[in-house]
């Protein structure tokens, strides 16, 4: 077996066998498969597409290629959760709490963010002291000490993933979906929690665009999950506008702060809800009940303090350091450079979630490249979204950067012309988008 051969069958539309695809992920894992092969076959893949049994067996021999967390050891039903990424998706932070709370336990592994989309460990990271660093040997005394750990990939965990998808990063091969369903059920299926809830977003700021290929998506992963033995859930959830008002790591973590105080805006609450819900079904706790009361018991979380006094008790357990009021303590602060006003009266049509993201990475809160450094306190606040009215002079929105900002006047004006291509005004009242376009079960 040669790689040429396989890249050329892939090429012609052929299914690649099972020895096929173990053959390809050794050759990536060891390293013996040059890139710019891998970045053919990725390209061949991205164009053809994989059978089912072909995606399964990418999944399988990925999530083999490195450790595969025994968390048995753990009492009760380990609830996992996924996003397939937006802009301003702060829904990890509030979930595992609100869903912990309950005695679940959970254990989420988690990415960093690359190009628009925001990462749950960066917004993690953006508090003094949180240790993002967890090996599957600590998971037990974590889990012990407050019932959920939130880490990020370790080096051992899905390794070809791990190559793979720094490589689709950089040869413009992410968005296909066998990719990207291999990608992330390798990870959970490494991770080794017992059922897992995928958040599929759906819009301008996410991978998929349209309904169709985040079902398509939904589709091909519960078949993975049906096939490793583990029960999936997917919500489809809209991303044509960023969720909630913050985008940007320290602005994030601050309004998780207050969606987890009972304060939360309806999009990102009716997000958490959904997903909670999700997960609690899995458990003994929720399987009978029905999801419009598992939500009304998560959203009493949210209001008497129990979420709230659980995120303290995460960010303790993992070194985060709290002020004395109970806040986090950010590594910096969000510093106002601009804000800007309606200059007529009307009603928001559009808010571009990408548009948004790509000016939030401009103001420093996302990389360009892997290597950037990100500046925490950067990213923007939005005080009006679709549907909303607006009036003259109403504030629309507000740029950040950090204090010790070094982002120069030109990268900010070009931030300032992505939001103004953002935002789209009717003379007409505009319906406010619906969050969630589905739930697959
Ligand atoms: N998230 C992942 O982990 N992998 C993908 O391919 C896309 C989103």
């Known amino acids: 077996m040669n790689m040429l051969e396989l890249i050329e069958k892939k090429r012609d539309g052929m299914a690649l066998s099972q020895e096929e695809i173990a053959f390809f992920v050794d050759g990536v894992t060891r390293k013996t498969i040059p890139d710019y092969q ?64 309950f005695g679940v ?18 917004k993690f990271e953006s508090i003094q002291g949180f240790n993002t660093t967890v090996e599957p ?13 939130l880490g990020g990939q370790t080096e051992g965990l899905a390794p070809c993933d ?28 490494a991770g080794g929690s017992d059922a897992i809830v995928l958040d599929i977003t759906c819009g301008s700021g996410a991978f998929m665009k349209d309904t169709e290929s985040a079902g398509e998506l939904a589709r091909q992963m519960l078949a993975i ?26 602005l994030e973590i601050q309004e998780v702060m207050e969606t987890l105080s009972g304060h939360g805006r309806e999009d990102v609450v009716t997000v958490v809800l959904t997903m909670a819900s999700e997960m609690l079904k899995h458990t003994p706790y929720g399987k009978d009940l029905d999801s419009e009361t598992l939500k009304e018991r998560c959203a009493e979380k949210l209001k008497n303090g129990e979420a709230l006094e659980k995120f303290r008790e995460l960010l303790l357990s993992q070194g985060g350091m709290l002020d004395s009021s109970g806040n986090p303590v950010y590594v910096d602060e969000p510093f106002e450079v601009m804000t800007v006003c309606a200059h007529k009266d009307g009603y928001v049509k559009r808010c571009d979630a990408l548009a948004v993201g790509e000016a939030s990475c401009l103001l420093g809160a996302g990389r360009m490249e892997k290597t950037d450094m990100i500046d925490m306190g950067a990213g923007i606040k939005l005080f009006k979204k679709v549907g909303d009215p607006v009036k003259r ?40 988008l619906q969050e969630i376009l589905g739930v697959i079960s």
């Open 38 to 101: 891998i970045s053919a076959f990725l390209m061949a893949v991205l164009w053809r597409g994989m059978t089912d049994e072909e995606t399964k067996e990418l999944t399988l021999s990925m999530a083999g290629s490195g450790e595969i967390c025994d968390l048995s050891g753990i009492p009760g039903t380990k609830v996992d959760k996924h996003s397939t990424g937006g802009v301003g998706d702060k829904v990890t932070p509030i979930l595992l709490p609100v869903v912990s709370s």
């Open 105 to 122: 336990p959970c254990v989420k592994l988690s990415g960093r963010g690359l190009g628009f989309t925001g990462g749950t460990i960066d």
């Open 137 to 149: 040997s600590q998971f037990r005394e974590k889990i012990e000490k407050c019932g959920m750990l």
């Open 162 to 189: 791990k190559y793979l998808y720094a490589l689709r990063d950089v040869t413009g091969t992410v968005p296909s979906i066998p990719l990207i369903a291999s990608s992330i059920m390798s990870k959970k299926i």
């Open 225 to 250: 999950g049906k096939l490793a033995g583990k029960p999936v859930s997917c919500v489809l959830s809209s991303m044509e506008q960023p969720l909630g008002s913050a985008v940007g790591n320290i």
């Open 393 to 432: 002079g109403d504030h629309l929105y507000s740029l950040f950067t950090g204090t010790k900002n070094t982002v120069d006047d030109a990268r900010i004006d070009e931030a300032l012309l992505k939001m103004e291509s953002a935002y789209e005004f009717s003379s007409e009242p505009v319906k406010p």
